[in-house]
């Protein structure tokens, strides 16, 4: 299953949560998109990154757990 993180350069919850899913194991197919490249991306997810997009178009914002994580795929 592939995700998509939306996260912010030096934001410490993005590191938080990038380790979580690198600790579930799941960095495998992972993108990642910096919100601050672009400004629509800025105004939709400034305020909730970290956000977790699986491929089916549903979100986890953070602070998201190991059971959703494991319940998601």
Do not use: N
Not at 21 to 42: C, K, Q, W
Not at 44 to 63: K, T
Request: net charge negative.
């Amino acid at each position: 299953m592939t995700f998509t993180l939306y996260l912010r350069d030096g934001c410490h919850l993005c590191e938080q949560a990038l380790a979580l899913l690198h600790a579930e194991g799941l960095a495998d197919g992972l993108e990642l998109v910096d919100i601050d490249d672009d400004p629509e991306l800025g105004v939709d997810y400034g305020l909730r990154v970290p956000v977790l997009r699986f491929a089916d178009g549903r979100e986890l914002d953070w602070p998201f757990t190991t059971e959703q994580l494991r319940g998601a795929h």
